[in-house]
């Protein structure tokens, strides 16, 4: 469908009748659907964020659990409503409170802009948790896609913040955690697999950090890179980070292209922690809460995921992963949708359900 939709928009851009982006929002704006017999459902500002509380109706015992959700779609597309069918499935299913984020989209409102809303609204849903019956002590961190990088980042700062609780864990549903290398096993095999094309994983990149693609090719090759900080991370990055399993399909080790200085000063934070929060330091990593990560076969974010856990696990981080084999990018988001959906879409949110249930 999102395939479809871009290639739509692309024609009525080309006749001049509307931009694809605007055509694809359309396409994908979603909508609030009615009222929920087991929830009360709420938008509210937190600090100025808009955001949409699932609270079960069900009395409890005790305080819930909270989960703090970030909608995925390249930095893009997406909002409250497209993920409203996952929200609503996980509050009622772990009977938690869920806060989900309607951060500002790129390129009108350029990286870190995403960060900081998801950030801001975090923070003062961490200072108010008295208010939703929350339990400050049992706060997860979530999001898929691009809200599975905004996670890690959110959680990256609360890691420092002395006058917080540190989150009870994160949950990263096939995250998109680095912009360095797009020649990974995983973009090599999955390069046009639907819905998250190679090309379009970049593409969305440049979008939320510099409004445009114009560096597009150079970065898809690697020009981006300067050789002292490809050097520094290639203990972190490299593919014989990768388990050897995941690189038996179509898989050729590539020689960066050279790199050029000028494309560089355009994305340089693609090759920082503020993009790229899988290159965060040891000293930040090691302190990251317990952590869930589900990734897909068919996805070119799959080793994005494989490395973090590797990361992860190298400091000393416990992990919980779950791989979806025959499953790409986006699967979960379907889980719902009558034909459209897939049985590994619904068992892959599943997972997630009982991990965070048993939290």
């Known amino acids: 469908v999102l395939s479809l939709s871009i290639l739509n928009g692309r024609i009525l851009e080309n006749l001049g009748i509307c931009s694809q982006l605007k055509f694809v929002r359309f396409m994908r704006r979603g ?9 009360f459902i709420k938008d509210l500002k937190f600090d100025n964020v808009p955001v949409r509380i699932y609270q079960p109706k069900a009395p409890s015992a005790g305080q819930r659990r909270g989960v703090l959700f970030f909608h995925g779609g390249g930095w893009i597309f997406g909002s409250i409503n497209t993920h409203e069918n996952i929200c609503r499935y996980i509050a009622k299913e772990t009977e938690s409170v869920v806060m989900s984020v309607e951060y500002r989209l790129a390129p009108e409102n ?20 008295d208010d939703y019956g929350v339990d400050p002590a049992r706060l997860i961190i979530a999001g898929d896609s691009a809200g599975g990088n905004i996670a890690v980042g959110v959680c990256q700062t609360l890691v420092g913040r002395k006058d917080l609780l540190k989150p009870r864990a994160q949950v990263l549903i096939y995250p998109g955690l680095q912009a360095m290398d797009f020649n990974l096993p995983s973009y090599q095999q999955n390069r046009a697999v639907p819905i998250l094309f190679r090309e379009r994983a970049a ?17 898809l090759q690697g020009s981006h890179v300067p050789p002292d900080i490809r050097q520094k991370y290639a203990k972190w990055m490299g593919a014989h980070n990768i388990p050897d399993e995941f690189k038996v399909r179509g898989y050729k080790p590539l020689v960066p292209a050279e790199f050029v200085p000028e494309v560089y000063e355009v994305v340089k934070d693609m090759c920082s922690p503020s993009l790229s929060p899988i290159l965060a330091e040891d000293a930040t990593i090691r302190q990251l809460p317990e952590t869930c990560i589900l990734t897909c076969e068919y996805d070119v974010l799959r080793d994005d995921g494989l490395l973090f ?37 619904k068992k892959g949110l599943d997972k997630i359900v009982g991990y965070i249930k048993g939290l």
């Open 31 to 39: 909508k609030k659907h009615k009222d929920d017999p087991k929830l």
């Open 110 to 129: 350029l990286h870190p802009a995403q960060y900081e809303d998801c950030l801001a609204a975090t923070i003062h849903f961490m200072k108010n948790t």
């Open 203 to 219: 593409f969305y990149a440049l979008q939320c950090l510099i409004g445009n693609a114009s560096v597009l090719e150079d970065v």
């Open 309 to 345: 856990k590797k990361r992860l696990e190298d400091n000393g981080v416990q992990v919980t992963w779950f791989h979806v084999e025959d499953g790409f990018h986006a699967i979960i988001s379907l889980f719902d949708k009558g034909r459209l959906a897939f049985p590994s879409g």
